[in-house]
């Protein structure tokens, strides 16, 4: 069974640009949960989809934004980005049945802001 | 502020010695994982524990849950090289949904040779 797939792996952009990051999930699951990752804060909670409802949302700001297709792949939205938006952007996909709150990551995606 | 505190933040040991890494928090989690990150990977899912008081073993690894289920402990039995990379607990809490997980900052291991 393939694994979590997230696009592009790496990028780069300059502060005021926007961003669109992909994740298809492991076959099957129909939750996909997006997280940061900095040196600083740790892995920090976006946003969870399912069935293409946004399901819960953490405290970041409306420049962050996120939705899900019908086949339950993902893309998140970061506009007018900020030096502080370069992270690790995770997603994870879990089954909602057995093994509900399991979650898969794929490798990230690295997003650098100049 | 995080809601699971980790200790210690940075441990490094040499090959064959055992080590203990602590996950804690004031709030009760319905359910808790670890997690081991690699450079430049997505952390990997190594055990769930659901109930207050479980303890799982995955060959030299075990995994405690608290009786209050509110703190971990995950215990590594002569270290090997393979081992090195972030440990991270995550927890889930009752009244959020399955896809968020509250993470600790994370336990840093180097296992050297």
């Known amino acids: 069974k393939a694994g979590v797939t997230q696009t592009p792996r790496y990028l780069i952009k300059t502060r005021g640009q926007q961003v669109t990051l992909s994740c298809s999930p492991i076959?099957?699951?129909?939750?996909v949960s997006w997280y940061q990752q900095t040196p600083g804060q740790g892995l920090q909670f976006l946003f969870e989809?399912?069935?293409?409802?946004?399901?819960n949302k953490g405290n970041f700001p409306g420049r962050f934004s996120g939705r899900q297709f019908s086949n339950s792949r993902s893309e998140m939205n970061v506009s007018t980005l900020e030096l502080g938006d370069s992270a690790l952007y995770l997603c994870?996909?879990?089954?909602?049945?057995?093994?509900?709150?399991?979650?898969?990551f794929g490798e990230g995606s690295r997003l650098t802001v100049l | 502020t995080q809601l699971l505190e980790q200790s210690p933040q940075f441990l490094s040991i040499q090959e064959g010695e055992n080590l203990t890494v602590y996950c804690n928090s004031s709030?009760?989690?319905?359910?808790l994982q670890w997690y081991r990150q690699e450079p430049g990977e997505g952390p990997v899912l190594l055990v769930t524990?659901?109930?207050?008081?479980e303890v799982k073993k995955l060959k030299r690894l075990t995994f405690q849950f608290g009786d209050a289920r509110k703190d971990s402990s995950l215990h590594i039995t002569a270290a090997q090289t393979g081992d090195t990379g972030l440990y991270l607990c995550?927890?889930?809490?009752?009244?959020?949904?399955?896809?968020?997980?509250?993470f600790g900052a994370g336990t840093q291991v180097v296992v050297t040779p």
């Open positions: 994870a996909s879990s089954s909602s049945g057995q093994g509900a709150g399991e979650l898969f």
């Open positions: 076959s099957g699951h129909r939750s």
């Open positions: 989809y399912f069935s293409e409802t946004q399901r």
């Open positions: 709030s009760v989690f319905s359910s």
């Open positions: 524990v659901v109930t207050g008081g």
């Open positions: 995550a927890g889930h809490l009752t009244t959020d949904s399955w896809g968020k997980l509250q």
